[in-house]
């Protein structure tokens, strides 16, 4: 039984070609839809480690996807300093290209201007250096960069990165974290990214406290007393992605109900018109004693996969 089933399935090639590549095709889907979903999950979870123990301020009134536009005045970040509580402030400006975003919406590049004294706040010691060495104390216009941005722009230790008139000498490449800020970014001392862009306000600031309890009544605080600042700690920035990825969740979910659906359907059609084909055959094999009532419970299977499988 098993040998005439194999040879039924040749006997229909072409059918039996689109119907295994409608079923691979469905569970590729699904399994890559899975896949887009967790890498999502596991890419902000590791965002979230980043951000954790600091609160980030920024100008009130603006998202996360549009904190190019915030603005902090330096006396918005002396006030900061002189809150109670407070370890350090490191005011911080980010530029990202208008275009060429690299695949998944994540840019090729981006310029994080931070001083040199604090580059450890973005950058902590369990980052390592792939090649060349970190910031020293005192050095101007020398750049950081991360391992994406060497691979897409082709930057390598000696190498200048020029932006507007700054030129900028590449003096270490991070390794690989898969933290999408550190791999597409380009960090450079924070005055000169400020003398390239003209400007002496911020976009936004991390505050780094003595007690990391302390942080959403600190948030409060900062809100309370600057109406144009918005405050936002790990928690807070947890509970807002949370809400986008179990959007991401359920959309993957549903599309790949859809293409389990799909395929279902497709070798549904190939059973029941393999079946309705044979029926004569399965009509000759039952008048020679064939009944799924004398046939053994263990050996059963056998003869059903014959009536379903056998692609003439």
């Known amino acids: 039984m098993i040998d005439l089933a194999f040879k039924n399935i040749k006997r229909r090639k072409t059918r039996t070609f689109l119907t295994t590549l409608g079923i691979v095709i469905g569970i590729a889907a699904i399994v890559a839809l899975g896949s887009f979903a967790e890498g999502i999950n596991s890419m902000v979870n590791e965002q979230l480690v980043m951000f954790a123990g600091k609160v980030l301020v920024m100008q009130s009134g603006l998202s996360m996807m549009s904190f190019q536009a915030s603005d902090v005045t330096p006396e918005q970040i002396e006030m900061l300093r002189d809150m109670s509580g407070v370890e350090k402030v490191v005011p911080m400006i980010f530029v990202v290209p208008p275009f060429g975003p690299a ?39 020398v750049a950081l960069i991360g391992n994406t941005v060497s691979d897409n722009l082709d930057l390598m230790v000696g190498d200048y990165w020029e932006y507007k008139d700054k030129s900028f000498e590449v003096v ?14 380009i960090i450079v001392p924070l005055e000169d990214l400020k003398e390239a862009l003209k400007t002496d306000s911020y976009q936004m600031a991390y505050v780094v406290l003595d007690d990391p309890d302390y942080a959403e009544d600190f948030a409060e605080e900062v809100e309370d007393t600057d109406d144009s600042l918005m405050a936002i700690t790990s928690k807070d920035m947890t509970r807002q992605i949370s809400g986008i990825l179990d959007q991401i969740n359920l959309f993957t979910f549903g599309i790949g109900l859809i293409a389990a659906f799909v395929g279902g359907l497709g070798v549904l059609n190939t059973m029941i018109m393999a079946v309705m084909e044979r029926k004569k055959e399965i009509g000759v094999m039952k008048a020679i004693g064939l009944s799924l009532i004398h046939i053994s419970e263990p050996t059963r299977p056998l003869y059903i996969s014959y009536a379903v499988f056998c692609l003439k």
């Not at 090729?108 to 706040?121: H, K, L």
């Not at 270490?172 to 970014?185: A, F, H, M, N």
Request: aromatic share 8%; net charge negative.
């Open 103 to 141: 695949a998944g919406g994540i840019p090729q590049w981006q310029m994080i201007g931070i001083d040199i004294e604090d580059a450890d706040v973005f950058i902590d010691d369990s980052i390592k250096t792939y090649e060349g060495r970190r910031f020293e104390r005192g050095e101007s216009e």
């Open 172 to 185: 270490g490449v991070l390794e690989d974290t898969s933290i999408s800020d550190v791999d597409t970014g």
